[in-house]
Each structure stands twice: as structure tokens, then as C-alpha cells.
């Protein structure tokens, strides 16, 4: 342990005394260096070239940290051929030179790619082809270690051919995992330039050393699967979703290891993000994605952390995809994304009711999909979420497009249900409560108010044009019983009102004087109940018309119906 923290303490003090030369110091220095390996031409003088490489990749990686977009710094090192050093060096059978070679070459291609007109040599190529085959554990790794990162910039692939044969080999056959891992860091770099047939080959071994693995190995495994999707998606997106990762990651959600779930749904939902998301979601449908969630709703029912997980991304995949099957509405899942919506345990779950719009939005059968959603409770919980004053309906608009899908639904649909429904939820009542309030907040209130004009507008319009917003200095209009208005300028309680229901009232001859019957009253109540018009909302409208009458029937009405201009 002491040694190696004084190789750290002697390395630190080296870079110390370096960052504060000039960089054509270090080249300087640099080139020196290169200059006296060209000269060492026996084996017995080897040990001198591992002391010059150690030396070198100390001053090309200060020489990288300076200045690395550095042109003169380019030329250079380009120009002392030392493509052809290093490949020379890598030439002798000797791991310990091999590994620190290799180590200086990574540095230095970071370099060098930035210079467009920078192109690795056949012979350098081949050579390190050869050394992703050596016996040695540290020269593959500081091989692969390599060619990722020139690969990186697609140089390789594009410009020299890669011979993929060796990295194909280390993933199907290699056993040791940090080896391994490094294969597939090199194969996500050329998964979208390879060939179908090798592209199976490592697909199929990947995916079947998923299915052998837990834990992190495994969580490791799922996301470099997902980064392999992500980087043929940008290329393929047909050949990405249908090469078989999406069936692969909806199998580990199976596992009983809640890591290697947690990151399969973290998948799932990056996935789901892509441009043109619409086939991503289907192949995740056709591979069971929805029954899988439900049984392992079932499974993990009392683990907080992973069941909203498991809702949002049933809600997500659900909403991404077109005409989603009303038959798996009917699953668990969605029950419980409904009943989820306004627990405050699991907070943020709002933009559930968006995903919920956009399944019935989507399907085809929308009478059905309402009536699934219905039974599990929708409109009570549209209903609950927005009684709730510190909801900010100004940012989640899904909230506000539901209600709509539903008010619609109603207004054109032969089953009362839905209707029924939404006048008992009071959910009028309840936005009508927003607008009202003096601590609300203006955003909300902005919505609210948005929300009845254009949603609940069937109910605060009335057949006669002569019931306007009321004006207390107006002239009363003795036709209507109703003082006169200015058109366009809606009061906000008359408009907020089940006017549906005042509408057949107001249409009645001499209403302000019946509405001091106690029997009409009663009347009118069975008569709204009839029309389901809920007992509160029958009040309410009373209320309203009581209101009115306060402000228009003076103490000079002649018993007959006319209102005459008097004090009350």
C-alpha cells in the first residue's frame, strides 16, 4: 500500500513540475524521447524503451491536458512518424512494453482525431487487431481500451475496415468478465456498421449471458443493451426494435432481483423517448410488457419503490402506442394507475392523467376504454385532484385535456352514464370553487376558467338570448325579468352555474314569483332529479335564482308577473 501511495505521490509531483513548462517544452522533450527509441535496435536494449515509454505517457498526456486542439501540436507529432514507432514497439512479444505502448497509443489518438485529415496506418491497424488476440489479460484489456476510444470518432470502422472477427470472439467465448465488458464497450461503438450476421451472433450470446447473470452484472448487462438499441435506432429504427432487445429486457423484468428490475424499467422508459416511439411501444406490447407489469404488481405489491415505477412506464408505453387494446386495460396495472393518481405517497404521478387521455384519445373503441376507466374510478379522481387547492393544474394539461375527452364523450354518446357521473362528481363544482377562490392561484384560476368556457360551455349557455351578466345600474328588461347586460362581458357566477337546469326554470312564465312556492319548489326538485341533475347542484341553481329575484321583485310588483322598479 506504501509503494503505491508513493508511485501516486511521485506520479502527482511529475505532473506538478510538468503543467508548468511550455508545451514546446514538452514537444520538445517529447520528440527527444521518440528520437532515442528509433535508435535502441537490439532486444538486450529493451529495458531502456520501458523506461522512455513510461516518460512518454507522462508528457503526451500534459501535452493532452495544455493543448489538445493544438495544430502545430498535430503536425508534429504526425510528422516523426510515430505510427510507425509505435507500431514497431508493439511488435515484440513483450506484455509489460505492450501495455504501456498501448496506453500512450489511446492518448494519443485522443489527440490526433481531431485533425480531419489524421488517418491510422494499415500496418498500425492490424497490429492492434493481432494484440485483441494475445494471451496476455492486460494487453487485450489495454487493446480494447484502444480501440474504443478511437472508435469513438469512427475512424476506424469507416476509413480502414475493422476486423470485428477478434472482439466477436472475446464476447461469445471470453470468460473473463472485465475483459468481456470491455468487448462490449468496443461493440457499442460499431454495432450500427457491422454485419447482420455477426450483430446476431453477439446479440444472441449478450442475451444469453443476461439470462445467466443478477445482480450488477446483470444491471450492467441491461444497460449496455439499451445503449446497443439507442445507437442502431439513430441509424435502423426498424432493424433496432426488431433485433430482439425488447423482448430481452421485458424478460428480466422476471427476475427476483429488484436491482436488475429497477434497471430494466429504466430501460423501458429511456427507450420509450425515442422520435417515433409509437413501434418502440407496440414491440414492447407484443412482448408482454403489460401482463408482465401486472404480475409483478403483484409480486412487489409492498415494495413502495418499485410499483410506481411499474405504473408510469405501463402508463407511458400504453399512451405511446396507437390504438391500444381495450382488453389489456382490463389488467391489474391499470386499475392500480387509476386508484394511484392522487396518492400523495407517490408524488408526481399527475401526468398520469395525460397518459389515460391519450389511451382513449387513441383507441378505437372509446366507449369501451371510458367504461373501463370509469369502473376504476376516473372520475372520482379527477374530481379529488382538483378539490385539491395546492394542485397546479397549469402543469398538467392532461388533467384538463381528460376532462374534455370525457365532457365530449358525454355530449355525443348515447349512454348517460359518463354524464351522470360527471355531474355527480362535481367536477363543475369543483373548478367553479377555483375560480371563486381568493387564494387560489392566478394560474390556476386562469385554467379553471379556461377549462368551463371551453368544456362545460353546454352548461352556462341558456337558450334565451335576454339572460346576460348582470349589471346593477341596468335598466331592468321587463320581458325577461332580468336586468340588462353587456354582451360579451360574462359574470363569472351566472356563467358558472348549471344553467343547463336554470334554462328550463327562466323559460317558465312568472318564475320569481313560483319560486316562493314552497310546493313548485319541490316541484321542480323531483323534476331535477328526473333530469339528473344532482341535489346539490339543484340547491345551488336555486340560490342563483333566489339572487335574482332579490335584485329584481320589488315592493311595486302588481301581483300579476310585472316587474316594477322599486326599493326591495
Wanted: proline share 2%.
Amino acid at each position: 500500500m506504501n509503494e503505491i501511495i508513493k508511485s501516486k505521490f511521485d506520479q502527482n509531483s511529475t505532473l506538478l513540475i510538468l503543467s508548468n513548462m511550455r508545451s514546446n517544452d514538452i514537444m520538445k522533450e517529447l520528440i527527444k524521447h521518440l528520437e532515442d527509441l528509433k535508435l535502441l535496435t537490439t532486444d538486450a536494449q529493451l529495458y531502456k524503451a520501458d523506461e522512455i515509454w513510461d516518460r512518454l505517457l507522462v508528457l503526451i498526456l500534459e501535452l493532452y491536458n495544455q493543448n489538445r486542439r493544438s495544430t502545430d501540436a498535430l503536425q508534429r507529432l504526425q510528422s516523426i512518424e510515430l505510427q510507425d514507432i509505435i507500431t514497431k514497439y508493439l511488435e515484440y512479444n513483450r506484455p509489460s512494453l505492450q501495455v504501456k505502448v498501448m496506453e500512450f497509443t489511446k492518448v494519443f489518438l485522443s489527440i490526433v482525431h481531431y485533425d480531419d485529415q489524421f488517418k491510422i496506418s494499415h500496418r498500425l491497424s492490424n497490429q492492434i487487431v493481432q494484440l485483441m488476440q494475445s494471451p496476455s489479460r492486460q494487453v487485450k484489456m489495454a487493446t480494447l481500451n484502444a480501440c474504443t476510444e478511437l472508435l469513438s470518432y469512427r475512424r476506424w470502422s469507416e476509413e480502414n475496415g475493422f476486423d470485428i472477427k477478434p472482439m466477436v470472439e472475446i464476447i461469445v467465448h471470453e470468460s473473463d468478465q472485465e475483459v468481456l465488458e470491455l468487448a462490449i464497450d468496443l461493440f457499442l461503438e460499431v454495432c450500427h456498421n457491422i454485419d447482420d450476421e455477426n450483430f446476431g451472433i453477439v446479440l444472441s450470446r449478450l442475451v444469453s449471458r443476461l439470462e445467466s447473470y443478477n445482480g450488477s452484472v446483470a444491471a450492467g448487462f441491461i444497460s449496455r443493451l439499451k445503449t446497443i438499441f439507442c445507437n442502431i435506432y439513430r441509424h435502423d429504427p426498424v432493424k433496432a426494435v426488431e433485433c430482439g432487445i425488447i423482448p430481452a429486457v421485458v424478460n428480466t423484468l422476471r427476475s427476483v432481483d429488484q436491482k436488475v428490475i429497477y434497471e430494466s424499467i429504466v430501460a423501458i422508459r429511456s427507450l420509450c423517448k425515442h422520435a417515433g416511439c409509437e413501434i418502440v411501444s407496440a414491440e414492447f406490447i407484443r412482448s408482454g410488457l403489460i401482463q408482465t407489469l401486472s404480475n409483478l404488481y403483484i409480486r412487489w405489491t409492498g415494495s413502495s419503490v418499485l410499483k410506481p415505477h411499474m405504473i408510469e412506464i405501463a402508463g407511458r408505453v400504453a399512451s405511446n402506442t396507437r390504438y391500444f387494446p381495450v382488453s389489456l386495460v382490463r389488467s391489474l396495472i391499470f386499475e392500480q394507475l387509476t386508484i394511484s393518481m392522487c396518492n400523495l405517497n407517490m408524488g408526481g404521478f399527475l401526468y398520469l392523467f395525460g397518459y389515460v387521455n391519450n389511451m382513449i384519445e387513441k383507441s378505437k373503441n372509446k366507449a369501451e376504454m371510458i367504461k373501463a376507466f370509469q369502473e376504476y374510478g376516473i372520475v372520482q379522481q379527477l374530481n379529488t385532484i382538483i378539490s385539491r387547492r395546492s394542485i397546479d393544474l397549469y402543469d398538467y394539461n392532461g388533467i384538463v385535456k381528460l376532462i374534455k375527452t370525457l365532457v365530449d364523450f358525454a355530449d355525443n354518446h348515447p349512454d348517460s352514464s359518463i354524464c351522470t357521473e360527471l355531474d355527480q362528481g362535481r367536477i363543475f363544482e369543483s373548478l367553479m370553487a377555483i375560480v371563486q377562490s381568493d387564494t387560489a392561484d392566478y394560474r390556476n384560476k386562469r385554467v379553471a376558467e379556461q377549462t368551463i368556457e371551453m368544456y362545460f360551455q353546454h352548461r352556462v349557455n341558456v337558450a334565451s338570448s335576454d339572460i346576460q351578466p348582470y349589471n346593477d345600474n341596468a335598466e331592468i328588461d321587463m320581458k325577461s325579468g332580468m336586468a340588462g347586460y353587456t354582451h360579451g362581458k360574462a359574470r363569472t357566477l351566472v356563467e358558472m352555474q348549471y344553467i343547463q337546469y336554470l334554462q328550463c326554470i327562466l323559460c317558465k312564465p312568472m318564475w320569481w314569483i313560483d319560486i316562493t312556492n314552497q310546493h313548485i319548489v319541490e316541484q321542480w326538485k323531483a323534476d331535477s332529479l328526473d333530469r339528473n341533475i344532482s341535489p346539490s347542484t339543484f340547491n345551488l341553481a336555486l340560490e342563483q335564482l333566489g339572487f335574482f329575484v332579490k335584485q329584481l321583485v320589488c315592493n311595486g310588483s302588481d301581483g300579476f308577473g310585472t316587474i316594477v322598479p322599486g326599493t326591495c
